[in-house]
């Protein structure tokens, strides 16, 4: 029993750091552009399909095909943002750009469907078949190669945020939108950077679910309401909540799988409506983000 | 007001002839597969209203309303089938649905409307996700994915879609007469001055948490009898039918369709939609289901883009600028909010500036932070 729960642990801390990754992208495109983009969960499978296309059409390993994906995916997201988002003017905007990035979801899926069919696929590569034996129990390599990947992205990310011009015009929108434009800063190119890195993140996030779970265009909507669970327990925003929330919700998930694997996925949201009830700005949200 | 009695004539003959058309419908097509559009777009015209008294009023946009939809349905299938009711008696159900459904949106609001906007819309849809795993996990009760069937119902097999098509416009009616109630009421315009400004609101002395939860009990209930009625047209439920992610969707995209927060544009949102996909799926060449997919987004992107406040106010303003040729219609309206703004000094700001988007949303944004 001991030895299960350890495992889920580390199973947990291991996915969350992924899903970390996939949740900053998320908190930050909300916190520039008070978007919710319901599109990343479907963004993430595509991504997914990406490394897919390439690892057996190419023959190219999953992680150097980032290299492909990652640059991809950020095109896709500056293109979506210069087609949908940037249009979207007024005071119901940020509920229409939820109902846009949906009809966006709902496109992308079809065209996924389109393309691959309805089967589950899994990514292939050595490292998910291979495991390494700590503590007594066996863990992919993949878990850990994906943990340290999203670690670096994220860590990445951080100094991009916190030691660039860049960065810190990204941070000055996120605090005052209208203050930002008065200094100079082109809040438009910073939104349309933001949503681009924000949806690039995906491609690393797709590429491990696909090696970890099977998955077809319809995963999406699982991914994506896990996604908003974390990123509104982090609190709305908040980067470092994004983090926190997600190894604690995925260490969560994973060690009341150890007893009742059916009823996982409702402890992760009865977890989400638990702590609104009592924090309803989230972990780390700042109150005036509840004001909204 | 003087004299101006016609347009009140004209709208009185037009909905005499609307009731007129809409009760003969079933008479005058007796071909099931067409009565069968007439029975579904009636219960998603009665959805539809339900989801905008009180999404549509208050701003606070549901995606969880299939929550109500899926609970009705099983509420009537689990009563039905535990206490062996048989025939048409099991209509007789519909109340206690109606108190299911609002027991839930008691609990469901309590926990969702303490936050605001677009979280609200998150947690809507976790517990979405909370009932669809529910009733996929809770075998014994509600017959896990396998779902429930309907009792039989001794209904004579010609013509058995008309019965449904009269329940189905009675509630659609009933839907629709509450719509207007709540619109003309107070509640109503509380309702609306949440969704305006709730601060502003609450400081006028709106009990803005009564007022929201209520319009979602209400509006919830309406749905779960709605939801119990589709249960036994369509004969079943599982837990993919009866709480559909694409449900949700679908009701939105037909209230912005038609006109997002009127009585009339969900009704033809609804009108226009559910015939629509319904054809489109009996169609060869979209038989795959994506094509429909892509289709409906597209759909809603083009809507959102470039008609965001629907059908019914859009065309209602072309409609004003070919009677009046371009000439602006009301001129007193420019004396008119002069006359607040002196009146009421900074604060009708607020109001007078919410069609100027662009100005407005920066301004709150920073006020909010």
């Known amino acids: 029993m001991a030895r299960e729960l350890i495992h889920a642990i580390v199973d947990g801390i291991l996915t969350g750091g992924v899903y970390a990754l996939m949740a900053v992208g998320l908190t930050l495109i909300f916190g520039v552009l008070d978007i919710i983009n319901i599109a990343q969960g479907v963004l993430v499978i595509l991504g997914a399909y990406l490394s897919y296309s390439l690892s057996t059409r190419a023959h190219i390993d999953l992680f150097t095909g980032l290299l492909i994906t990652i640059p991809v995916m950020f095109i896709i997201g500056i293109v979506i943002h210069w087609a949908f988002i940037r249009r979207l003017r007024g005071t119901e905007r940020t509920s229409m750009t939820l109902l846009v990035t949906y009809a966006v979801a709902l496109i992308i899926e079809g065209i996924l469907y389109k393309v691959y069919g309805a089967n589950d696929v899994q990514l292939q590569a050595s490292y998910t078949t291979s495991s390494v034996h700590i503590f007594g129990f066996y863990l ?153 | 007001m003087t004299g101006d009695r016609r347009p009140w004539l004209i709208r009185a003959i037009l909905l005499v002839l609307l009731v007129a058309g809409a009760v003969a419908f079933p008479k005058v097509f007796t071909n099931p597969a067409v009565t069968n559009y007439g029975v579904l777009a009636l219960i998603f015209v009665t959805v539809a209203s339900a989801w905008n008294i009180f999404s549509g009023n208050s701003g606070y946009i549901s995606l969880g309303h299939a929550v109500f939809f899926g609970s009705g349905a ?183 369709l038609g006109g997002y927060g009127s009585i009339a544009g969900p009704v033809l949102g609804a009108l226009i939609i559910e015939p629509g996909t319904l054809w489109l799926n009996t169609q060869p060449q979209f038989s795959g289901g994506y094509l429909s997919e892509i289709l409906l987004g597209a759909v809603f992107l083009v809507i959102v883009l470039f008609v965001p406040r629907g059908i019914i106010p859009t065309g209602g303003e072309w409609v004003m600028r070919l009677r009046t040729r371009g000439r602006p219609a009301v001129v007193p309206a420019v004396a008119g909010a002069a006359a607040v703004g002196s009146t009421a000094g900074s604060a009708a700001a607020g109001p007078a500036s919410t069609g100027d988007a662009p100005a407005a949303s920066p301004a709150s944004k920073g006020g909010a932070r």
Not at chain 2, 208 to 220: D, I, Y
Request: aromatic fraction near 12%.
């Open chain 1, 140 to 292: 992919p390599w993949i878990f850990i190669y994906g943990f340290i990947v999203a670690v670096g992205l994220v860590v990445a990310l951080y100094l991009l945020l916190y030691r660039t011009r860049l960065g810190r015009s990204v941070r000055a929108t996120m605090q005052d939108e209208n203050a930002a434009r008065l200094v100079g800063i082109e809040v438009n190119r910073v939104a349309a950077l933001t949503f681009g890195i924000g949806v690039a993140v995906t491609a690393v996030g797709g590429m491990f679910f696909g090696a970890t779970n099977a998955f077809n265009p319809n995963s999406g909507y699982d991914l994506i309401s896990r996604l908003l669970a974390i990123i509104i327990l982090g609190g709305l925003g908040s980067i470092g909540g994004a983090l926190a929330a997600s190894v604690f919700m995925l260490t969560l998930e994973s060690v009341v799988t150890v007893w009742q694997p059916t009823w996982a996925i409702a402890v992760f949201y009865a977890a989400l409506v638990l702590v609104l009830l009592i924090r309803p700005a989230g972990f780390l949200g700042r109150k005036a983000v509840r004001a909204q």
């Open chain 2, 74 to 256: 099983y509420a009537m299938g689990i009563a039905a089938r535990d206490w062996k009711v048989q025939g048409t008696t099991v209509f007789a159900l519909l109340p206690l649905v109606a108190a299911v459904g609002a027991v839930i949106a008691v609990i469901f609001g309590l926990i969702a409307l303490r936050v605001r906007r677009h979280t609200f819309i998150v947690i809507t849809i976790a517990v979405f996700f909370i009932f669809q795993l529910s009733a996929f996990n809770l075998r014994s009760f509600t017959g896990g994915s396998a779902g429930l069937n309907s009792p039989f119902l001794n209904w004579p097999s010609a013509g058995y879609n008309t019965p449904f098509y009269y329940i189905a416009l009675a509630f659609a009616g009933g839907t629709i007469a509450i719509a207007v109630a709540v619109r003309r009421s107070r509640f109503g315009l509380q309702l609306r001055a949440i969704r305006d400004d709730e601060d502003r609101a609450r400081g006028l002395g709106v009990r803005a948490m009564r007022v929201k939860l209520t319009a979602f009990v209400l509006s919830g209930a309406i749905t779960a009898m709605i939801g119990a009625v589709w249960f036994y047209y369509i004969n079943q439920v599982e837990p993919q039918t009866g709480f559909d992610p694409l449900f949700d969707l679908l009701i939105v995209l037909m209230a912005f």
